[in-house]
């Protein structure tokens, strides 16, 4: 392949110790054990995607074997091992993709292959990417070669999964945990390649590149192969145009977005995030940004501009710092709890974009909370009172009533605020008529009280209880299960009990369906009944009888 068609990723793939970047200590170490002869068994690197595991190790394998020895590692004109290793096609230099070799049959063919010496080179390497998806058998297997190889033999060994290696290997390698590449030094990188590549892109498009590589070169270099080619050459690419080519928005929208928070502007508040998912911004990427931005507002004292890793400019940090001041701690922790509880539930929720305009109606309100000190118990009634008051009151209006698409947020806010003025007074205001639901059990039977048949069937047929809880309940996903069931549940949890519940779907495996339970309680009964004398005197008089079934006695019948 030409080097000019290669994409970057492999067309700036580090050659030898000296390109390397961000592994300063690591390479010093490797390079002295090889300078002094003292090369162990094994070798271990571990870390993250795109940070250098495998160049290393070929680096590695190179250095061994390379005929000009490791102070004058072929860089331009290579010999005819690291040609070969480069390309991956040296005869004693095998890789090995343990993702796709994981049987302790391929683990066996490389031990016998190890019985052989060297072919022309001086070490027999083997190189095993991702290493942590091989079998135990297959580990197993290594462990007596990785402790006593041949003097002519090195194993290298590369994984992102360090926690899935046996201790047993772990203690047979010399390891080297790669750290992620600093964002000063990736930005210097990715410039000079920019410069090579003849790239017109602005410092601040770079800056969003490393940022959303989160310190690893390939990614990096993969995206600033896209930013190129998304480009004609006589046009820069600004911070701007790479945000909408990575689906990226501006931080300051969100920085206004927090600011009319604190301010209390619903309106601008709504504006802002419209604006913001209009840019194509899912929900919950603009809850983990929402939140990165809290931990910003909350620490901004003690952080420095390059110690945000990029995330934020001169402009957006020096705003943060002002507004910031103003503020109290307890508010952005309190914002910080809402907005993970957030993130969990909207999982739930056909419209998220929705529930993300409610989640900032909500939030607004979490202010006078911490003013007025309400404790967590009285927290959701002071949400639906205070809402409904200004509904009434005529405080929540739609952003423009001209638009074709009005406010939804306050169309569904007064549409609860009708509903809930069209019960009669004393359905709501009567504390004796609500019910106090405190178990699965009672909740069923309320449901059979309440002649909710429907939910009654769906509740002991297709649902596998996790948890149940202070108003919130948590079961396995079924897909019997009526799609409607978690609304039509949740609206009758707070017709009866004037609260508002959770209800979530869990990835944990429940406990068995009420149906279930009662059929198992019948086969023990059963089984129960056959192992007794009266049965077996039974059967003796009657060979051919079976029994299919048994019903308990109420005691007034007995």
């Given amino acids: 392949m030409n080097n000019s068609s290669k994409v970057l990723a492999l067309k700036y793939r580090p050659q030898s110790f000296n390109d390397l970047i961000g592994q300063e200590e690591i390479v010093q170490t490797i390079y ?66 343990a993702a796709s070799k994981t049987g302790v049959d391929d683990v066996r063919d490389l031990i016998e292959f190890s019985r052989y010496g060297p072919t022309s080179a001086k070490y027999k390497i083997f ?74 892109i602005t410092e601040d498009a770079i800056k969003l590149i490393v940022k959303i590589s989160e310190g690893s070169v390939r990614d990096a270099l993969s995206l600033l ?13 600004n911070l701007e145009k790479a945000q909408k080519i990575f689906g990226y928005f501006d931080k ?16 601008e508040v709504i504006k802002n995030y419209r604006h913001i998912y209009d840019q194509g911004v899912e929900p919950k990427i603009f809850l983990n940004d929402f939140l990165e931005l809290l931990y910003y507002f909350k620490n901004i004292s003690y952080l420095k501009l390059e110690g945000t890793h990029f995330s934020l400019n001169d402009e957006n940090f020096e705003k943060i710092k002002v507004i910031s001041e103003g503020v109290s701690q307890k508010t952005l922790l309190l914002f910080w709890q809402f907005t993970i509880k957030t993130l969990n539930e909207i999982e739930i929720v056909s419209n998220q ?128 299960l009526d799609k409607n069931f978690v609304k039509d549940l949740s609206t009758k949890l707070f017709e009866w009990t004037n609260s508002r519940w959770i209800i979530t779907f869990s990835q944990k495996v429940g406990a068995n ?17 056959k192992d007794s004398e009266n049965y077996k005197k039974i059967i003796a008089f009657f060979p051919d009888a079976e029994l299919i079934n048994i019903e308990t006695l109420d005691k007034k019948d007995e």
């Fill in 225 to 237: 192969d896209r930013a190129l080619l998304s480009q004609d050459k006589n046009e820069e690419l």
């Fill in 252 to 267: 300051s929208y969100l920085i206004n977005l927090i600011k009319c928070i604190f301010e209390g502007k619903e309106d």
């Fill in 353 to 480: 974009s929705l529930s993300i305009e409610m989640f900032l109606v909500r939030i607004m309100y979490l202010i006078d909370i911490e003013k007025k000190n309400i404790k967590n118990d009285d927290r959701e009634q002071y949400f639906d009172k205070k809402i409904l008051k200004d509904v009434k009151e005529k405080k929540i209006k739609p952003i423009d009533q001209n638009q074709e698409i009005k406010s939804q947020t306050v169309s569904q806010i007064k549409n609860i605020y009708q509903k809930e003025t069209s019960r009669s007074k004393s359905e709501i205001i009567e504390k004796e008529k609500l019910v106090k639901i405190n178990d699965f059990e009672q909740l069923i039977d309320i449901c059979y009280k309440k002649k909710e048949i429907k939910l009654k069937y769906e509740l002991e047929t297709n649902v596998n209880l996790v948890s149940f809880e202070n108003k919130k309940i948590e079961i396995s996903f079924n897909e019997n």
């Fill in 32 to 97: 002295n054990a090889i300078k002094s002869n003292k090369t162990p068994n094994a070798y271990l690197f571990t870390g993250i995607r795109g940070i250098g595991k495998t160049t290393i190790a070929r680096i590695v394998a190179k250095s061994l074997n390379c005929v000009n020895g490791v102070d004058q590692l072929c860089k331009k004109d290579y010999c005819e091992h690291c040609k070969s290793i480069t390309s991956s096609n040296h005869i004693d230099v095998l890789e090995m993709d």
């Fill in 513 to 529: 369906t009420k149906k279930q339970e009662n059929k198992n309680k019948k086969l023990q009964l059963v089984s129960l009944v």
């Fill in 127 to 200: 190189i095993i990417d991702e290493v942590h998806m091989l079998s135990k058998q297959a580990f197993n297997a290594l462990l007596k070669t990785l402790e006593e190889p041949p003097e002519y033999l090195k194993f290298i060994f590369a994984t992102t999964e360090i926690k899935k290696i046996p201790i047993t290997v772990l203690s047979r390698c010399q390891r080297f945990d790669l750290s992620r590449i600093r964002s000063n030094e990736l930005f210097k990188f990715i410039n000079q390649v920019k410069d090579q590549e003849n790239g017109n």
